[in-house]
């Protein structure tokens, strides 16, 4: 009996408290058991792949329908039919790129285990959507097969769309992405038990695409345990019973932009080796919120896509070019990287350049650790910049072949016994890397905006000091809320209070120094000073010429008369807003929703020179200031998805940290608990990944049969 759309005999009985609910078993299906444990995180087993995967379908949807529902539209090119004019733009890329119809048609003929899985996956979604067809009905779209396969692509996209409107904007100056995160690994050998140990912390929006979605699964052969994005079963980060990966933005350049000439006459046609060749032109109309339907053109070349709106008057045209414009294998290369024994296995899988470029970072059972700077890498013709648009009249400048893994920057098991990669430069990933450019072409290599920065260099400061890594020692690295820059800005305060006698008279100004120079630089909830310090940076930022403290390790005297002006300002207005000063860092910021807040640890804040007053922990908490409460911050992005992973021949231990919780309900239990009895106190969950362990701390349990 199929369940697709939720329909078969269901049978209740309650086990630990909970509701166990069991669909009538038919002949030959795969049977799979959902628990929830005391966080609510679902952990299925299934004797099938598809069947587990029915009802990882089915947990999802029970926790995050509408955020499902919205990750199909953005991926299909659909957003606009409920959020107006403001999606178009997503939506006409998504349909330029053919993610609303190449995933059907793959899915048609690929491999029988994907099509099950797949299958399955929306099938689940589909029994849930059966019992609850009113839930998300403002944003509800029918669920297909091959959507999943769409969402997960279209997260795929972004990097090498990225990529070419950086070329097409031929800008001198690298744009930093919204997108940040950690990750690190210790062998063995630096680690206290023995055991290899690997961190995976994203640092993305905490509602939107980005979103990642916390899960174990054991089905038939397959076991993986981490985290996927909303509306996929592909596990973005984390492990199986042998191997881990981590991720970081950051990697070679994977995409192109080429520069055509164009005529419409006798028909629309581009030069290409002095012969013209016909241009495809097709257009898209899509459905818009409160307003009439919008008709665009799409141009397509043997190169690519044309990506701007064409010069009509100059008969030129932009087209973006990347190995990722029409592939359709990303699940199958996760596959391979869930069923990997070991770290070999692991990036033979990444060797199919199905996902986008990133540093992703590795560990096994056996003790290995890799680094590699992943992506689908054209091997570029020598004598053209290819970080801006290049002549896409002559074949001259086109490529057609990829370069192998061992062409990329790469490395094994380093002489240090750690390394770690927070978006920066291969060359800054250890204490004497021997992952220097020059051993690169520079767009393998291709460093722009992530050379180092605050966060690349606390970790190694922690790690480097460290030979013998204990459990407890790794999660307070992986939690780490310590400011490197606090003591360069005190020190600028003291010296600028001590150098005006008069301000010794200011009896509240000299409270207030006391309190900021006693501050540790922990971004703590309790901390007092924190906040202070902070509203005192921006202002100087804003206003002053911060470099020298940089380059000179001080600022100059005329600054240095004016940060203790900026300082009175910052306490007056603190005392306004506030009615004190000295607030806890943990007053002014705190993490939570839907009304429910709690103190929240970490910072992410700069003005200014970047590298004189740029502050971000190790935990990255970025806010913005609650429009109902002024001097209230509310968490909205960073530290989103943590895990921590610890190898060894017997088996995998892991610890998981998330800013909210893991149901979007708000009348759940399990909506804001994790923000006030972890995230909040920088705590982390075990993941329970065995079964034992898991028993203890079930919360309730559902048995589905698939197919």
Do not use: I, M, N, V
């Given at each position: 009996m199929r369940t697709e759309a939720g329909c078969g005999t269901w049978m209740q009985r309650c086990t630990r408290g909970a509701l166990v609910c069991l669909l009538t078993s038919p002949v030959h299906a795969g049977e799979a058991t959902l628990y929830r444990d005391t966080w609510g995180v679902p952990h299925v087993y299934a004797d099938t792949e598809?069947?587990?995967y029915y009802a990882m379908g089915f947990a999802q949807a029970e926790d995050r329908l509408a955020d499902i529902y919205l990750a199909i539209r953005e991926a299909t090119g659909r957003m606009a039919e409920v959020k107006g004019k403001g999606g178009l733009e997503n939506d006409y890329l998504m349909r330029l790129f053919h993610n609303d119809t190449?995933?059907?048609?793959?899915l048609a003929t690929a491999p029988k285990h994907v099509q099950e899985a797949i299958g399955g996956f929306a099938a689940g979604i589909r029994a849930y959507v059966a019992e609850h067809p009113f839930e998300a009905a403002e944003v509800k779209v029918e669920i297909e097969d091959w959507h999943p396969l769409a969402v997960g692509r279209a997260m795929i996209l972004r990097w090498p769309i990225g990529t070419m409107m950086g070329d097409l904007r031929n800008s001198p100056e690298p744009v930093k992405p919204a997108m940040g995160s950690n990750q690190w690994a210790v062998s063995p050998k630096r680690s206290a038990d023995g055991r290899a140990i690997l961190l995976s912390d994203p640092h993305l929006t905490w509602e939107g695409m980005a979103v990642l979605y916390e899960s174990r699964l054991h089905a038939g052969a397959m076991h993986t345990n981490g985290y996927s994005l909303i509306g996929t079963p592909m596990m973005a980060i984390g492990h199986n019973e042998h191997t881990g990966w981590a991720l970081t933005t950051g990697g070679p350049d994977t995409s192109d932009v080429y520069r055509i000439e164009f005529r419409t006459e006798p028909r629309l046609e581009y030069r290409y080796d002095d012969q013209w060749k016909p241009v495809k032109a097709t257009e898209f109309t899509f459905a818009v919120k409160d307003a009439e339907p919008v008709t665009k053109h799409a141009y397509y070349t043997h190169l690519g896509p044309v990506i701007s709106e064409p010069d009509m008057e100059k008969k030129v045209a932009y087209v973006g070019a990347s190995p990722y414009t029409e592939q359709v294998g990303l699940y199958e290369q996760f596959y391979a990287m869930g069923m990997a024994r070991n770290v070999a296995e692991l990036n033979a899988a990444l060797e199919r350049h199905q996902y986008n470029e990133q540093n992703v970072m590795s560990a096994d059972g056996d003790g290995t650790i890799s680094y590699v700077r992943n992506g689908a890498t054209p091997i570029r013709p020598e004598g053209f910049d290819y970080r801006r648009p290049v002549d896409g009249t002559t074949s001259k400048t086109a490529w057609t072949k990829l370069h192998p893994q061992s062409e990329l920057v790469k490395i094994v098991n380093p002489e240090q016994g750690y390394m770690q990669n927070c978006n920066i430069s291969p060359a800054n990933m250890m204490v004497d890397s021997p992952l220097q450019p020059e051993k690169y072409p520079p767009h393998v290599y291709n460093t722009t905006w992530d050379q180092n920065n605050p966060r690349g260099r606390r970790t190694i400061e922690l790690l480097h000091n460290d030979a013998s890594v204990t459990l407890g020692e790794a999660k307070a690295y992986a939690l780490d809320i310590h400011d490197r820059l606090?003591?360069?800005?005190?020190?600028?305060?003291?010296?600028?209070?001590?150098?005006?006698?008069?301000?010794?008279?200011d009896a509240e100004v000299k409270q207030a120094v006391e309190v900021a120079l006693a501050w540790d630089g922990d971004y703590l909830p309790d901390a007092r000073g924190a906040a202070l310090l902070k509203f005192w940076r921006l202002k100087c930022g804003e206003k002053l010429n911060l470099a020298p403290l940089h380059t000179e390790g001080r600022l100059d005297d005329a600054s240095r008369a004016e940060i203790m002006k900026l300082f009175r300002e910052s306490i007056d207005e603190m005392t306004q807003k506030y009615g004190r000063f000295d607030i806890p860092w943990g007053e002014a910021h705190v993490v939570g929703r839907g009304g429910r807040y709690f103190p929240a640890p970490g910072a992410d804040f700069d003005k200014g020179n970047k590298d004189a007053n740029f502050s971000e922990t190790l935990m990255d908490v970025r806010s913005v200031e609650d429009p109902t409460q002024p001097g209230r911050f509310i968490a909205n992005s960073g530290s989103m998805a943590m895990i921590l992973m610890f190898f060894a021949p017997d088996g995998v231990e892991?610890?998981?940290?998330?800013?909210?919780?893991?149901?979007?309900h708000p009348d759940s239990p399990h909506y804001v608990d994790q923000a006030e009895k972890l995230y909040s106190k920088r705590e982390m969950k075990n993941t329970w990944w065995k079964k034992a362990e898991l028993l203890e701390h079930v919360e309730s349990e559902k048995t589905f049969y698939w197919p």
């Open positions: 598809a069947a587990g190449l995933h059907e048609k793959y606090a003591r360069a800005w005190q020190g600028e305060l003291r010296r600028a209070f001590e150098a005006d006698a008069a301000w010794a008279s892991s610890f998981t940290c998330t800013p909210w919780g893991q149901s979007a």
